[in-house]
């Protein structure tokens, strides 16, 4: 399984942007999927999750409300709409898959798959 994430870049605070992850290789319908991000000097933090059919999802709380994850299965591909961005969203954004089924999480081991991560800066 092989993810790849892209859409990041350098915007002004209150800005929006869209980032996708394209999963070849397994069976991407059949999978959660989950968005975490790394600051600099930080730990990998999680973001968003959602579930197999899209019919369920779970934020942090610190984006709540400002991102929204979707997907196509048609497409294999998994979305992040982040709107009004923040200072503080600056990390370098990856998706990442299960190796198979499973609920909702937030905990990094769970996953085993990751995309190399597309970075997000966010100026003030």
């Known amino acids: 399984v092989q993810l790849q994430a892209f859409g990041g870049g350098l915007v002004q605070a209150g800005a929006s942007l869209r980032l996708s992850c394209a999963v070849s290789g397994g069976t991407f319908s059949s999978i959660a999927m989950a968005w975490f991000r790394q600051a600099p000097g930080k730990e990998r933090e999680f973001v968003t999750t959602?579930?197999?059919?899209?019919?369920?999802?779970y934020y942090a709380d610190s984006v709540q409300g400002r991102f929204t994850i979707s997907r196509d299965n048609a497409k294999n591909t998994v979305y992040l709409q982040m709107n009004s961005l923040k200072p503080e969203d600056t990390a370098v954004y990856y998706c990442?898959?299960?190796?198979?089924?499973?609920?909702?999480?937030?905990?990094?081991?769970?996953?085993?798959?990751w995309g190399q991560g597309t970075e997000v800066t966010v100026s003030s």
């Open positions: 990442a898959a299960p190796r198979g089924p499973m609920g909702l999480t937030s905990v990094a081991s769970r996953y085993e798959y």
């Open positions: 959602i579930s197999w059919s899209g019919g369920s999802t």
